[in-house]
Antibody, heavy 121, light 108 residues
Framework: QVHLVQSGVEVKKPGSSVRVSCTAS????????FSWVRQSPAGGLEWIGG????????NYAQKFRDRVTISVDESTSKVYMEFRGLKSEDTAVYYC??????????????WGQGTVVTVSS | EVVLTQSPGTLSLSPGEGVTLFCRAS???????FAWLQQKPGQVPRLLIY???TRATGVGDRFSGSGSETEFTLTIRRLEPEDSAVYYC?????????FGGGTRVEIK
């Protein structure tokens, strides 16, 4: 059984940074693709980027490349997303998602509970 | 990036009816790396279909996906009240992964 547990609610000022963590339990950590997906208050879903720990190099959507860093700590089975230069339009629920078959693609099988990030002055 | 356009935007249907949702991609989706997600009110999205036509674990056979290249469909047979949700199409064959805008299905 795969469980993804994310860190808690964040309230941030514009221009600041946030780091969201995701702790994965279940079977082998390193072979699976982890994504970060956000959902705006209007409901739209956006893929921010992802990482396959065994390969190490993250992939980012161009839109977020300059402001986001995705990393992992294999010793603790944690995936992190750091988001810099926050703007009000970054207010969203941020999800950690893992694929189901370690096939090297970012399939979105298992979802964390979501982390609400609110950016407000 | 691959733009996914879903139709219709909203549907209101009765229990027992069937429905087909549509998703068109702006360019070919490689090797059918195409999925459908379901999001019920207040819940986390859930993977329904991957590989265009393979049901995810625990998904009932009332749900079926088909299509290829740029045209994909999700069919739900014998609608039940718990099928009320927003359904998103999504592709994972090309970076960045992208999502459609969603089809809201309301069961009267």
């Amino acid at each position: 059984q795969v469980h993804l547990v994310q860190s808690g609610v964040e309230v941030k000022k514009p221009g600041s940074s946030v780091r969201v963590s995701c702790t994965a339990s279940g079977n082998t950590f390193s072979a699976y693709a982890f994504s970060w997906v956000r959902q705006s208050p209007a409901g739209g879903l956006e893929w921010i980027g992802g990482i396959i720990p065994v390969f190490g190099t993250p992939n980012y959507a161009q839109k977020f490349r300059d402001r986001v860093t995705i990393s992992v700590d294999e010793s603790t089975s944690k995936v992190y997303m750091e988001f810099r230069g926050l703007k009000s339009e970054d207010t969203a629920v941020y999800y950690c998602v893992r694929d189901g078959d370690s096939g090297g693609y970012y399939r979105l099988d298992f979802w964390g509970q979501g982390t609400v990030v609110t950016v407000s002055s | 990036e691959v733009v996914l356009t879903q139709s219709p935007g909203t549907l209101s249907l009765s229990p027992g009816e069937g429905v087909t949702l549509f998703c068109r991609a702006s360019q070919r989706v490689p090797s059918n790396y195409f999925a459908w997600l379901q999001q019920k009110p207040g819940q986390v999205p859930r993977l329904l279909i991957y590989g265009a036509s393979t049901r995810a674990t625990g998904v009932g056979d009332r749900f079926s996906g088909s299509g290829s290249e740029t045209e994909f469909t999700l069919t739900i047979r014998r609608l039940e009240p718990e099928d009320s949700a927003v359904y998103y199409c999504q592709q994972y064959g090309t970076y960045p992964l992208t999502f459609g805008g969603g089809t809201r299905v309301e069961i009267k």
